[in-house]
């Protein structure tokens, strides 16, 4: 085999694999119709009668037709009083007018699972210990159905949308607001990002990874080139980065993004299988994979 160097990726490599990863994605399942490429982010915020935010909901689109809920946030003085259905169901009938027949959320065993289950969303994937002592839920709802609604109260506050620094103060409240009160921080994101270079300089094989503020490692892609595949690159990189991983205090190891054309090669390197959605992108099902690192 020709030897290879691995190196650290730079931006413009990550930003590169990334556009290669899609490429190979979009030729096994095309967008959708009517959906792009590119992420849309949605956001619904609500407000006083003073301008300032009291309550929202995140969430992005993706092509093949679903919407992931980011954050959902309400005022601590402002809970109990239904804002919080307001600005999911906003957030849902942008979904539901874009056409996206799935919406899935994550959230922690402090959070809101009971929450979601209301407003007819369905457990389909347990993290354990993820961080240790915690366990985190992905829960999804379809909406190519004819499910009732959850009604909610009136409520006596304006409804908007909001922009990216909306979007960003949102997520901001809640990670330093109820997140931080159950989780311990332990330090920054650390990025572990690699690659394999060939002799003259080519990037063949490269992981996009890291570990969590709450010591938790994170694959969000791999990738090999079609000319070096079936060589072991994979596993290589898969290794290094568990290494290293687990030597910055990682306790566990999640992908969700992982699909029904590429489950097989994270099985075969221990992964366990956390939970299943089917019909994402339609036809073909995602995985959301874990591996203890503490075993």
């Given at each position: 085999?020709?030897?290879?160097?691995?190196?650290?990726?730079?931006?413009?490599?990550?930003?590169?694999?990334?556009?290669?990863?899609?490429?190979?994605?979009?030729?096994?399942?095309?967008?959708?119709?009517?959906?792009?490429?590119?992420?849309e982010?949605?956001?619904?915020?609500?407000?006083?009668?003073?301008?300032?935010?009291i309550?929202?909901?995140?969430?992005?689109?993706?092509?093949?037709?679903?919407?992931y809920?980011?954050?959902?946030?309400?005022?601590?003085?402002?809970?109990?009083q239904?804002?919080?259905?307001?600005?999911?169901?906003?957030?849902?009938?942008?979904?539901?007018?874009?056409?996206?027949?799935?919406?899935w959320?994550?959230?922690?065993?402090?959070?809101?699972?009971?929450?979601?289950?209301?407003?007819?969303?369905?457990?389909?994937?347990t993290?354990?210990?993820?961080?240790?002592?915690?366990?985190?839920?992905?829960?999804?709802?379809?909406?190519?159905?004819?499910?009732?609604?959850?009604?909610?109260?009136?409520?006596?506050?304006?409804?908007?949308?909001?922009?990216?620094?909306?979007?960003?103060?949102?997520c901001?409240?809640?990670?330093?607001?109820?997140?931080?009160?159950?989780?311990?921080?332990?330090?920054?994101?650390?990025?572990?990002?690699?690659?394999?270079?060939?002799?003259?300089?080519?990037?063949?094989?490269?992981?996009?990874?890291?570990v969590?503020?709450?010591?938790?490692?994170?694959?969000?892609?791999?990738?090999?080139?079609?000319?070096?595949?079936?060589?072991?690159?994979?596993?290589?990189?898969?290794?290094?980065?568990?290494?290293?991983?687990?030597?910055?205090?990682?306790?566990?190891?999640?992908?969700?993004?992982?699909?029904?054309?590429?489950?097989?090669?994270?099985?075969?390197?221990?992964?366990?299988?956390?939970?299943?959605?089917?019909?994402?992108?339609?036809?073909?099902?995602?995985?959301?994979?874990?591996k203890?690192?503490?075993?």
């Amino acid at each position: 085999m020709e030897q290879l160097r691995l190196r650290r990726s730079a931006r413009k490599d990550s930003e590169r694999i990334e556009e290669l990863i899609s490429d190979y994605y979009f030729k096994l399942v095309p967008v959708l119709d009517g959906f792009s490429k590119e992420e849309e982010t949605v956001c619904k915020k609500i407000v006083d009668k003073d301008g300032n935010i009291i309550a929202g909901c995140t969430g992005y689109i993706f092509p093949w037709g679903c919407m992931y809920v980011d954050d959902m946030w309400v005022d601590e003085k402002y809970r109990l009083q239904g804002l919080g259905s307001i600005a999911l169901q906003a957030v849902e009938k942008v979904a539901e007018s874009k056409g996206c027949h799935l919406i899935w959320v994550g959230t922690w065993d402090f959070q809101a699972k009971p929450y979601y289950l209301k407003h007819g969303y369905e457990v389909f994937a347990t993290l354990k210990d993820c961080p240790v002592g915690h366990e985190d839920y992905q829960l999804a709802k379809r909406l190519d159905g004819n499910q009732p609604k959850r009604k909610s109260k009136p409520i006596e506050y304006e409804i908007m949308d909001g922009s990216e620094e909306d979007a960003e103060f949102i997520c901001d409240q809640l990670d330093e607001g109820f997140n931080k009160e159950h989780l311990e921080i332990k330090h920054d994101y650390i990025k572990i990002n690699r690659k394999l270079v060939s002799k003259d300089g080519k990037v063949v094989a490269a992981i996009m990874a890291g570990v969590t503020e709450i010591d938790t490692g994170w694959i969000w892609k791999i990738w090999v080139d079609e000319d070096y595949r079936h060589q072991g690159l994979g596993t290589l990189l898969l290794k290094h980065f568990e290494k290293k991983a687990k030597e910055k205090g990682a306790t566990k190891i999640i992908s969700e993004e992982i699909y029904d054309w590429n489950i097989g090669f994270f099985e075969k390197a221990g992964y366990n299988v956390a939970g299943e959605l089917k019909d994402l992108p339609k036809g073909h099902t995602l995985y959301i994979v874990d591996k203890d690192l503490l075993t």
